[in-house]
């Protein structure tokens, strides 16, 4: 929200740490307000909780719920050397982008805080492109250069696409920790004889780094999750995990795509619960 | 880095206009072939229906965010999110089979003496799963809208005589507008382009846009085509999501708000 | 003080994860397959599921057990635009695909390589299963059958091609694989009215207006292992399936019957993408195949039919069922593609049809 301070209408949105004003009640929140709640937030998580049981069924086919349960298809994934190679390359891939995008995102953010005026709003438009611009679009326009560019299937091909994806994701969570961040401090820090750099690391950079975190976890998902991309340039030497959940759905009969599913689930909330739980426990400190 | 993205999409628009010479061929042929447009306005009907699906669940939803305890918020909050880290592909996959014949939507509707609900390969099947994909890019912006809309007006409203309900339509629901146009816009935007949901859930003969893209280009590689379908698709996207923005339901808004994490 | 800890911390992971990336790249860019030891990785396309292991285990163990150091790489779907987008982008990275073998006589030379085999005794094989990129490796039927749930009395089940297409006779959810080469077009004439000695050159507007009938009732998948999932979770009543996905399916549990009325058969050949990596390799393993023990190996592994007329088999009994050559099991006739026809006009077929498809 910090990107569009032009914004005319008022905001409060919670801010972290913030307690919301609690307003006071106009009436009573109707019944059926609260039921049709419930079911949306049902909804909302049903295939989450779908996916999870079905990787301990025991049968060979997507019957849900299962009759039987059993460990086989965690089994199938852990033994079976085309998974474990799929989880691997997602992981270099994700761990690659989550670190370049962090840096490449927080050293935009950063230029663009303190330039403003059409060209930085058009940079800044070009780096937010692909979080709005159709995955299908980008992945055939990507495909078709990454054929000429003979870079199918290659790892710095993954590198430099995931990479444009979960930037803007970096770029928006350091942006707004920014926001809050008073110039003024890196001035009295330079006053006191720090040099910029020096300012840099131990004033601003502690001051923004939940930001930074939060968009590095953020690069990293987005990356581990990917697939429409990721299903144009894989080649059979370089799949990645959600490649080969999606052949595993739509080509095979291969049940082993529930625990992959769930791996994948519980990876990405271990990943975004972390700097959760460290604030947290920061804060109790 | 954004060259990553730049430089394809700079190819691919070159190709369209010059391959195999110099004119607006591929993109009046998008007119002509006959299937394109067919596709195109089955696609835009599939969005619009997902639009209004996710208005209708998500507007009472974000509406009862704002009027609930902290805790019970960050639990509606925590529903909203859970979609955004349940890998894609996965929830795809637990939509077919939630849908398929003999699955768990079938036999319900079966329970109650309705058979054969196969949504499965189905416009129907594709846009019940890709209102639960969508539903967070409404709530969200909506949520944040709503809650600055001051309760103390219809506290006022109430006070001079007007039942809850009048004052809620009279000043609480034109107040929200602006949050239902921006978010509305951004879904039908997202659902135009999407490409994993009608992959995994519909079929090859009711195929939406984003399928004939890929097809174009993996299996007719008719790469000049394709290129010039992207464009057009790429530019409606960008234009809805430039009035979304000035409308105020900014997406950056929304990547901070989903990037917070909370 | 902490904090300065954690950024050492950060900081460390950041290096750490980088190193990993570069150590990681060997795996991903090694398009060439080959390395100093002289092992060499093959690429190989086939179709995924019960099928492509078939071929692992009937072909690529022995051939790596004869010949150490070659091992190979598995991918799927087998779509031959991703052969054209290889060879036309000059990055094939392929060098096998099992592909049907109009496709390659269409392409001869273009995009698939003139094949080099001289260790092949061609007196072992029907001639019309040899062109010069082709050479069929197995053949198969396409199997049209019914769901015995829906069906249970074989009286009252339905019993011919023409009962497929009659929805009014025989309500219910077909199948098909949208692949238009193996003879769904040949099955629609055939039910209209069409006798097998007429079906050439194809009448391909009325085979289409034929499954327009059908179109609403009809589930099209995607490629075999999609309409096998589909048989397998009981999704349609009648489906027509290649017979090793119709074989799989029985070996599931799933309850279908073969309709044995007239049976369309075809065959599929190995290709060499032109400029593929390890062609030489390649031609090698294609030789390997075509011997009498592996042709019978794969046809015992996954329910076609050996090329090699010396391929002694024993099939199983989901095999058995859906052997449209063995006269015992089916009691109709059989109808062989026109491979002719079918390389002159392949690509176009499959255009028209994709635009009835997607209309």
């Known amino acids: ?285 | 880095m954004s060259v990553a993205v730049l430089a394809p999409l700079a190819m691919s628009l070159w190709r369209s206009l010059t391959d195999p010479s110099l004119g607006l061929t591929h993109y009046t042929d998008l007119f002509t072939d006959g299937i394109t447009l067919t596709i195109v306005s089955r696609t835009l009907m599939t969005s619009l229906i997902v639009t209004v699906g996710t208005v209708v669940l998500g507007y009472p939803y974000a509406y009862l965010m704002t009027r609930v305890s902290t805790t019970t918020r960050i639990l509606m909050l925590t529903a909203v999110l859970v979609p955004f880290w349940t890998s894609m592909t996965a929830r795809n996959f637990a939509w077919l089979i939630l849908v398929q014949r003999d699955g768990p939507v079938d036999k319900m509707f079966s329970a109650v003496g309705i058979d054969g609900v196969v949504l499965h390969g189905t416009v129907a099947g594709v846009a019940v799963a890709m209102i639960q994909v969508m539903l967070p890019f409404m709530v969200l912006p909506l949520y944040s809208h709503m809650a600055g809309i001051d309760r103390k007006l219809l506290l006022a409203a109430q006070a001079l005589g007007s039942t809850p309900i009048r004052a809620f339509r009279k000043i609480f629901l034109p107040l929200s507008v602006g949050g239902v146009v921006s978010g509305s816009i951004l879904v039908f935007a997202l659902s135009f382009g999407f490409y994993v949901t009608p992959a995994i859930l519909g079929s090859p003969q009711q195929s939406l846009v984003a399928q004939l893209l890929g097809q174009r280009t993996l299996q007719l590689l008719d790469f000049a085509a394709a290129g010039a379908l992207g464009i057009v698709v790429l530019l409606f996207t960008l234009a809805l999501v430039t009035v979304a923005n000035r409308m105020g339901g900014s997406v950056s808004a929304l990547g901070a708000s989903v990037a917070k994490g909370k | 003080m902490k904090k300065s800890r954690t950024l050492t911390a950060v900081a460390g992971l950041a290096s750490a994860t980088l190193l990993l990336a570069a150590c990681g790249t060997g795996t991903g860019s090694g398009s060439d397959g080959g390395d100093a030891d002289g092992a060499t990785t093959m690429t190989y396309a086939s179709y995924g599921g019960t099928f492509e292991a078939g071929q692992v285990s009937a072909w690529q163990e022995p051939y790596t057990a004869e010949n150490p150091g070659i091992t190979f790489a598995n991918t799927s779907p087998s779509d031959t635009a991703m052969i054209k987008a290889q060879v036309e982008s000059g990055s094939v990275q392929w060098d096998l695909a099992d592909v049907n073998p109009f496709f390659a006589a269409d392409y001869c030379g273009e995009l698939v390589e003139p094949l080099e085999l001289p260790n092949v005794d061609t007196s072992q094989f029907d001639e019309a299963l040899i062109g010069e990129c082709y050479f069929g490796a197995y053949q198969f039927a396409l199997i049209v059958s019914y769901n015995t749930d829906k069906w249970p009395d074989p009286a009252t089940a339905p019993k011919t091609v023409a009962d497929f297409f009659d929805t009014e006779k025989f309500p219910g959810q077909r199948g098909v694989v949208n692949d238009v080469t193996n003879g769904m077009l040949e099955y629609a004439l055939m039910a209209d009215g069409v006798t097998p000695e007429e079906l050439y050159p194809l009448d391909v507007d009325r085979a289409l207006a034929k499954w327009d009938t059908i179109r609403d009732e009809t589930t099209f998948a995607a490629n075999n292992g999609a309409m096998l999932q589909l048989a397998t979770g009981n999704q349609v009543d009648m489906m027509m399936l290649v017979s090793a996905r119709t074989k799989a399916s029985l070996d599931e549990g799933a309850p279908f019957r073969p309709i044995w009325d007239q049976t369309m058969v075809t065959f599929h050949t190995l290709v060499v993408p032109k400029g593929a990596p390890n062609k030489e390799q390649a031609m090698d393993f294609i030789e390997f195949v075509l011997q009498p023990e592996q042709s019978a190996a794969f046809a015992e592994a996954a329910g076609v039919s050996p090329t090699n007329k010396e391929a002694v088999i024993e099939l199983d009994e989901t095999a058995t069922q859906v052997n449209a050559f063995d006269e015992k099991v089916n009691t109709g006739g059989v109808v062989t593609t026109d491979a002719e026809w079918w390389g002159e006009n392949v690509t176009d077929v499959a255009d028209r049809f994709n635009t009835w498809l997607n209309g």
């Not at chain 1, 929200?1 to 009573?28: F, L, S």
């Not at chain 1, 939940?210 to 999750?225: E, I, M, Q, Y």
């Open chain 1, 1 to 285: 929200m910090a990107t569009h301070t032009q914004n005319p209408a008022p905001r409060h949105t919670e801010e972290q740490g913030r307690p919301a004003r609690r307003q006071k009640p106009v009436d009573a929140v109707p019944l059926w307000l609260k039921a049709v709640g419930v079911l949306v937030a049902i909804y909302l998580i049903l295939p989450t909780l779908v996916v999870i049981p079905m990787s301990f069924s025991a049968g060979a086919t997507f019957q849900f719920p299962p009759q039987e349960w059993s460990l086989r298809w965690y089994e199938s994934f852990f033994t079976d050397e085309r998974w474990l190679r799929a989880l691997s390359n997602s992981l270099k891939v994700a761990v690659s982008v989550m670190v370049v995008a962090t840096l490449v995102g927080t050293a935009a953010a950063l230029g663009l805080s303190k330039s403003r005026g059409r060209w930085a709003e058009a940079v800044r438009s070009f780096l937010m492109l692909p979080l709005v611009a159709p995955g299908i679009v980008i992945a055939v326009v990507v495909y078709i250069a990454y054929l000429n560019w003979q870079m199918v299937g290659s790892f710095w091909g993954y590198l430099l696409i995931h990479t444009a994806m979960a930037l803007p994701f970096v770029l928006v969570s350091v942006t707004a920790s920014l926001s809050g961040f008073d110039a003024n401090l890196l001035r009295a820090a330079s006053s006191l004889g720090a040099n910029p750099l020096r300012a840099f690391w131990r004033v601003q950079l502690p001051l923004i780094l939940p930001g930074v975190l939060s968009g590095a976890v953020f690069a990293f998902v987005t990356s581990l999750d990917e697939v429409v991309v990721a299903l144009f340039i894989r080649s059979p030497l370089f799949e990645t995990l959600p490649v080969r959940m999606f052949n595993s759905v739509t080509i095979e009969i291969d049940p082993t795509v529930a625990a992959a599913s769930s791996i994948l689930v519980v990876l990405a909330t271990l990943f975004i619960l972390t700097p959760q739980l460290f604030r947290l426990v920061r804060r109790k400190k």
